[in-house]
Protein backbone atom coordinates (compact mmCIF):
# COMPACT_ATOMS: atom_id res chain seq x y z
CA UNK A 1 0.00 0.00 0.00
CA UNK A 2 1.08 3.29 -0.74
CA UNK A 3 0.96 6.23 1.28
CA UNK A 4 1.82 9.86 1.64
CA UNK A 5 2.85 11.55 4.95
CA UNK A 6 2.67 15.19 5.27
CA UNK A 7 4.23 17.69 7.51
CA UNK A 8 3.39 19.86 9.46
CA UNK A 9 0.10 19.07 10.00
CA UNK A 10 -0.24 22.55 11.24
CA UNK A 11 1.26 26.01 10.68
CA UNK A 12 0.67 29.23 11.76
CA UNK A 13 2.91 32.57 10.90
CA UNK A 14 3.38 35.66 10.03
CA UNK A 15 2.63 37.36 6.46
CA UNK A 16 5.90 38.23 5.15
CA UNK A 17 7.88 35.13 6.60
CA UNK A 18 8.96 31.83 4.52
CA UNK A 19 7.90 28.02 4.84
CA UNK A 20 8.41 25.13 3.78
CA UNK A 21 6.03 21.83 3.80
CA UNK A 22 6.97 18.19 3.13
CA UNK A 23 5.44 15.59 1.36
CA UNK A 24 7.15 12.04 1.90
CA UNK A 25 6.71 8.03 0.86
CA UNK A 26 8.45 5.24 1.30
CA UNK A 27 7.13 4.10 -2.07
CA UNK A 28 7.75 5.03 -5.79
CA UNK A 29 5.70 7.73 -7.80
CA UNK A 30 5.48 8.05 -11.07
CA UNK A 31 4.76 12.14 -10.44
CA UNK A 32 3.75 14.33 -7.54
CA UNK A 33 0.89 16.61 -7.22
CA UNK A 34 0.21 19.56 -5.23
CA UNK A 35 -3.02 21.18 -4.63
CA UNK A 36 -4.13 23.97 -2.23
CA UNK A 37 -7.80 24.00 -0.82
CA UNK A 38 -9.84 27.00 0.83
CA UNK A 39 -12.93 26.77 3.04
CA UNK A 40 -15.93 25.30 1.17
CA UNK A 41 -14.45 25.17 -2.13
CA UNK A 42 -12.77 21.54 -3.90
CA UNK A 43 -8.73 21.45 -4.03
CA UNK A 44 -7.37 23.49 -6.79
CA UNK A 45 -4.31 21.70 -8.81
CA UNK A 46 -1.06 23.74 -8.54
CA UNK A 47 1.80 21.97 -10.08
CA UNK A 48 2.43 18.45 -11.09
CA UNK A 49 6.31 17.63 -10.90
CA UNK A 50 7.38 14.55 -12.62
CA UNK A 51 11.02 13.90 -12.90
CA UNK A 52 13.41 12.84 -9.86
CA UNK A 53 15.39 16.14 -9.12
CA UNK A 54 12.60 18.60 -10.67
CA UNK A 55 12.25 22.54 -9.66
CA UNK A 56 9.18 24.34 -10.36
CA UNK A 57 8.06 28.02 -9.64
CA UNK A 58 4.95 29.67 -9.34
CA UNK A 59 5.47 32.76 -8.54
CA UNK A 60 6.61 32.73 -4.73
CA UNK A 61 5.61 29.42 -4.43
CA UNK A 62 8.30 26.76 -5.53
CA UNK A 63 8.06 22.90 -5.79
CA UNK A 64 10.59 20.26 -5.87
CA UNK A 65 10.32 16.41 -6.45
CA UNK A 66 13.38 14.42 -5.04
CA UNK A 67 16.02 12.74 -6.92
CA UNK A 68 14.43 9.16 -5.74
CA UNK A 69 10.94 10.58 -6.49
CA UNK A 70 9.95 9.33 -2.80
CA UNK A 71 9.22 12.96 -1.62
CA UNK A 72 8.79 16.51 -2.59
CA UNK A 73 8.23 20.03 -0.52
CA UNK A 74 6.72 23.45 -1.34
CA UNK A 75 8.66 26.44 0.15
CA UNK A 76 6.69 29.63 0.19
CA UNK A 77 8.39 32.91 0.34
CA UNK A 78 6.86 36.32 2.25
CA UNK A 79 4.10 34.27 2.63
CA UNK A 80 0.89 36.36 2.33
CA UNK A 81 -3.12 35.85 3.74
CA UNK A 82 -4.35 35.05 0.87
CA UNK A 83 -1.67 31.76 1.08
CA UNK A 84 -4.00 30.59 3.72
CA UNK A 85 -5.83 26.85 2.82
CA UNK A 86 -4.66 23.28 3.15
CA UNK A 87 -1.95 22.19 1.25
CA UNK A 88 -2.16 18.86 0.03
CA UNK A 89 0.42 16.46 -2.51
CA UNK A 90 -1.19 13.46 -4.21
CA UNK A 91 1.23 10.66 -5.80
CA UNK A 92 0.82 8.51 -8.94
CA UNK A 93 1.90 5.23 -8.71
CA UNK A 94 3.85 3.39 -10.85
CA UNK A 95 2.13 0.72 -10.69
CA UNK A 96 -1.04 1.38 -11.70
CA UNK A 97 -1.80 2.12 -15.54
CA UNK A 98 -4.87 4.18 -14.88
CA UNK A 99 -5.33 7.77 -13.44
CA UNK A 100 -5.29 6.93 -9.71
CA UNK A 101 -3.35 9.06 -7.85
CA UNK A 102 -3.30 8.90 -3.44
CA UNK A 103 -3.77 12.18 -1.37
CA UNK A 104 -1.96 12.86 2.03
CA UNK A 105 -3.42 14.04 4.78
CA UNK A 106 -2.57 18.03 4.03
CA UNK A 107 -0.70 20.43 5.83
CA UNK A 108 -3.18 23.68 7.13
CA UNK A 109 -1.14 26.80 6.93
CA UNK A 110 -2.81 29.91 8.51
CA UNK A 111 -0.84 33.36 7.38
CA UNK A 112 -1.54 36.28 9.87
CA UNK A 113 -1.93 39.32 8.34
CA UNK B 1 -15.83 25.54 -19.22
CA UNK B 2 -17.98 25.62 -16.21
CA UNK B 3 -15.51 22.98 -14.51
CA UNK B 4 -16.98 19.95 -12.52
CA UNK B 5 -20.37 20.69 -11.56
CA UNK B 6 -21.89 18.94 -8.56
CA UNK B 7 -25.59 19.00 -6.97
CA UNK B 8 -26.55 19.26 -4.55
CA UNK B 9 -24.01 21.84 -2.42
CA UNK B 10 -25.29 20.94 0.87
CA UNK B 11 -28.02 18.36 2.09
CA UNK B 12 -29.31 17.49 5.04
CA UNK B 13 -31.39 14.46 5.39
CA UNK B 14 -32.64 11.84 7.84
CA UNK B 15 -31.27 8.87 8.84
CA UNK B 16 -32.37 5.87 7.19
CA UNK B 17 -33.54 7.90 3.80
CA UNK B 18 -31.79 7.64 0.26
CA UNK B 19 -29.35 10.60 -0.47
CA UNK B 20 -28.23 10.84 -4.47
CA UNK B 21 -25.03 12.96 -5.29
CA UNK B 22 -24.75 14.00 -8.42
CA UNK B 23 -21.78 15.19 -10.92
CA UNK B 24 -21.11 16.18 -14.67
CA UNK B 25 -17.25 16.07 -15.22
CA UNK B 26 -15.10 18.34 -17.59
CA UNK B 27 -16.29 17.83 -21.09
CA UNK B 28 -13.29 15.98 -22.54
CA UNK B 29 -12.46 13.96 -19.16
CA UNK B 30 -12.29 10.38 -19.45
CA UNK B 31 -12.18 9.55 -15.67
CA UNK B 32 -13.99 10.49 -13.06
CA UNK B 33 -13.65 10.08 -9.37
CA UNK B 34 -15.70 10.23 -6.03
CA UNK B 35 -13.94 11.27 -2.81
CA UNK B 36 -15.34 11.67 0.28
CA UNK B 37 -13.77 14.32 2.63
CA UNK B 38 -13.65 14.25 6.86
CA UNK B 39 -11.31 16.04 9.52
CA UNK B 40 -10.27 12.74 10.88
CA UNK B 41 -9.77 10.58 7.57
CA UNK B 42 -8.81 13.40 4.82
CA UNK B 43 -9.79 12.72 1.40
CA UNK B 44 -10.84 9.34 0.68
CA UNK B 45 -11.38 7.79 -2.69
CA UNK B 46 -14.28 5.99 -2.61
CA UNK B 47 -14.67 4.83 -6.75
CA UNK B 48 -13.43 6.02 -9.52
CA UNK B 49 -14.01 5.54 -13.52
CA UNK B 50 -12.28 5.17 -16.86
CA UNK B 51 -14.40 5.97 -19.86
CA UNK B 52 -17.29 5.52 -18.10
CA UNK B 53 -16.59 2.06 -16.50
CA UNK B 54 -15.93 1.76 -12.82
CA UNK B 55 -12.21 0.55 -12.97
CA UNK B 56 -11.93 0.66 -8.39
CA UNK B 57 -14.52 0.14 -5.85
CA UNK B 58 -12.67 -0.87 -3.20
CA UNK B 59 -13.32 2.36 -1.58
CA UNK B 60 -16.70 2.49 -1.37
CA UNK B 61 -17.62 1.84 2.56
CA UNK B 62 -20.25 -0.76 2.59
CA UNK B 63 -23.23 -1.73 0.32
CA UNK B 64 -24.93 0.73 1.35
CA UNK B 65 -22.62 3.07 -1.04
CA UNK B 66 -23.59 2.52 -4.87
CA UNK B 67 -22.14 4.65 -8.06
CA UNK B 68 -22.88 5.01 -11.40
CA UNK B 69 -22.18 6.61 -14.39
CA UNK B 70 -24.40 5.87 -17.16
CA UNK B 71 -22.70 8.61 -19.80
CA UNK B 72 -19.85 10.68 -19.99
CA UNK B 73 -21.60 13.93 -18.73
CA UNK B 74 -22.91 12.57 -15.87
CA UNK B 75 -22.13 10.27 -12.61
CA UNK B 76 -24.03 9.66 -9.59
CA UNK B 77 -23.11 8.76 -5.82
CA UNK B 78 -26.09 7.08 -3.95
CA UNK B 79 -26.15 6.57 -0.51
CA UNK B 80 -29.19 4.24 0.98
CA UNK B 81 -29.85 4.09 3.97
CA UNK B 82 -28.08 6.74 4.95
CA UNK B 83 -26.47 7.21 8.70
CA UNK B 84 -24.77 9.84 10.72
CA UNK B 85 -21.32 8.61 10.22
CA UNK B 86 -21.87 9.61 6.24
CA UNK B 87 -21.53 12.89 7.00
CA UNK B 88 -19.00 14.68 5.25
CA UNK B 89 -17.98 16.54 2.28
CA UNK B 90 -17.98 14.50 -1.23
CA UNK B 91 -16.15 15.87 -3.96
CA UNK B 92 -16.43 14.80 -7.28
CA UNK B 93 -13.06 14.79 -9.75
CA UNK B 94 -12.16 14.59 -13.08
CA UNK B 95 -9.37 14.31 -15.64
CA UNK B 96 -8.11 13.81 -18.96
CA UNK B 97 -6.54 10.11 -19.61
CA UNK B 98 -2.83 11.35 -18.68
CA UNK B 99 -1.85 11.44 -15.01
CA UNK B 100 -0.14 13.88 -14.57
CA UNK B 101 -2.84 16.76 -15.80
CA UNK B 102 -4.53 16.57 -12.48
CA UNK B 103 -7.38 16.25 -11.21
CA UNK B 104 -10.16 19.12 -11.41
CA UNK B 105 -12.49 18.76 -8.19
CA UNK B 106 -15.98 20.37 -7.97
CA UNK B 107 -16.96 22.46 -5.03
CA UNK B 108 -18.42 19.64 -2.90
CA UNK B 109 -21.57 18.46 -1.70
CA UNK B 110 -21.36 19.25 1.95
CA UNK B 111 -24.00 15.73 3.45
CA UNK B 112 -25.52 16.08 7.03
CA UNK B 113 -27.70 13.55 8.31
CA UNK B 114 -29.29 13.61 11.60
Known amino acids: TQLLEQSPQFLSIQEGENLTVYCNSS?????LQWYRQEPGEGPVLLVTVVTGGEVKKLKRLTFQFGDARKDSSLHITAAQPGDTGLYLCAGAGVETSYDKVIFGPGTSLSVIP | DAGVIQSPRHEVTEMGQEVTLRCKPI?????LFWYRQTMMRGLELLIYFNNNVPIDDSGMPEDRFSAKMPNASFSTLKIQPSEPRDSAVYFCASTADRRDYGYTFGSGTRLTVV
Open chain 2, 27 to 31: SGHNS
Open chain 1, 27 to 31: SVFSS
